[in-house]
């Protein structure tokens, strides 16, 4: 339970950071986690298949997409970062290479110490208790086959309509 | 950042049908997420292409800059 507190922390937390920062590189990270959170409140509340979906196009596709639009488009704005580090400085490179030897120990010790088999979510899910995945799926070829349909239409639109705004001006010149 | 803000009022709202299909049977709030988290992804990919025609045209992304339609 309280995971699912922290959740919302950080959730509520770096969504607040995000709207406050000035520059946009913070935004984005800040933005990355509240992403990421929200995908674990999704497993909280028992729809794992959109927790799954959620991160794979909001951090696999928006979130790089507009990194690239960024890049793509106005690079000063990516480059309001303070530059803190200094590369060349030794200090600071023994204190960074200390910092990642210490995050991957603990994420090895975590690794080794979680026991799979005790987590209530996946055990509800790999269980008969929950018809989730496959009642999504049923109402998707079903019940819902329209708005289905509509999507995947809405999705090709999509794409004829940006390939073509994309590139209008460059025929055009 | 104005897309980001966008981007938060949709998942304020995937949340709100996530978290009551919990309660639900036959998970038709998880449904409407999913379709609704498709609209998203369209929504950024289609603004990122005006925002790159943009700034083709006038330089800079942003909106503050934007001035030619005032007065």
Same mark, same amino acid.
């Given at each position: 339970?309280?995971?699912?507190?922290?959740?919302?922390?950080?959730?509520?937390?770096?969504?607040?950071? @995000?709207?406050?920062?000035?520059?946009?590189?913070?935004?984005?990270?800040?933005?990355?986690?509240?992403?990421?959170?929200?995908?674990?409140?999704?497993?909280?509340?028992?729809?794992?298949?959109?927790?799954?979906?959620?991160?794979?196009?909001?951090?696999?596709?928006?979130?790089?997409?507009?990194?690239?639009?960024?890049?793509?488009?106005?690079?000063?704005?990516?480059?309001?970062?303070?530059?803190?580090?200094?590369?060349?400085?030794?200090?600071?490179?023994?204190?960074?290479?200390?910092?990642?030897?210490?995050?991957?120990?603990?994420?090895?010790?975590?690794?080794?110490?979680?026991?799979?088999?005790?987590?209530?979510?996946?055990?509800?899910?790999?269980?008969?208790?929950?018809?989730?995945?496959?009642?999504?799926?049923?109402?998707?070829?079903?019940?819902?086959?329209?708005?289905?349909?509509?999507?995947?239409?809405?999705?090709?639109?999509?794409?004829?309509?940006?390939?073509?705004?994309?590139?209008?001006?460059?025929?055009?010149? | 950042?104005?897309?980001?803000?966008?981007?938060?009022?949709?998942?304020?709202?995937?949340?709100?049908?996530?978290?009551?299909?919990?309660?639900? @049977?036959?998970?038709?709030?998880?449904?409407?997420?999913?379709?609704?988290?498709?609209?998203?992804?369209?929504?950024?990919?289609?603004?990122?292409?005006?925002?790159?025609?943009?700034?083709?045209?006038?330089?800079?992304?942003?909106?503050?800059?934007?001035?030619?339609?005032?007065?």
């Amino acid at each position: 339970m309280i995971i699912f507190y922290m959740f919302c922390f950080l959730t509520v937390v770096s969504a607040i950071f @995000t709207v406050i920062t000035q520059q946009l590189v913070q935004a984005m990270f800040m933005f990355f986690l509240t992403l990421f959170c929200l995908a674990g409140l999704y497993v909280f509340a028992l729809a794992d298949f959109v927790a799954l979906s959620h991160i794979l196009v909001y951090i696999g596709g928006v979130l790089v997409l507009m990194v690239f639009g960024f890049m793509l488009s106005d690079k000063t704005v990516l480059n309001a970062i303070p530059q803190v580090i200094n590369p060349s400085d030794k200090k600071q490179r023994v204190v960074i290479t200390l910092l990642s030897i210490l995050f991957f120990i603990l994420m090895l010790t975590l690794w080794r110490s979680v026991d799979i088999s005790s987590i209530t979510w996946l055990n509800y899910a790999v269980n008969e208790e929950s018809h989730s995945i496959k009642n999504i799926g049923i109402a998707l070829m079903s019940e819902y086959l329209i708005p289905f349909e509509l999507t995947s239409i809405l999705l090709l639109m999509a794409l004829l309509g940006v390939a073509y705004l994309s590139r209008k001006e460059s025929t055009d010149a | 950042m104005m897309l980001i803000g966008v981007e938060f009022m949709t998942n304020a709202g995937i949340l709100n049908f996530v978290a009551f299909s919990k309660y639900d @049977t036959d998970n038709d709030g998880q449904l409407m997420a999913l379709f609704i988290i498709v609209m998203a992804a369209v929504g950024v990919a289609v603004a990122l292409a005006i925002m790159i025609n943009v700034f083709k045209h006038y330089k800079s992304i942003d909106p503050n800059k934007l001035t030619n339609m005032k007065n």
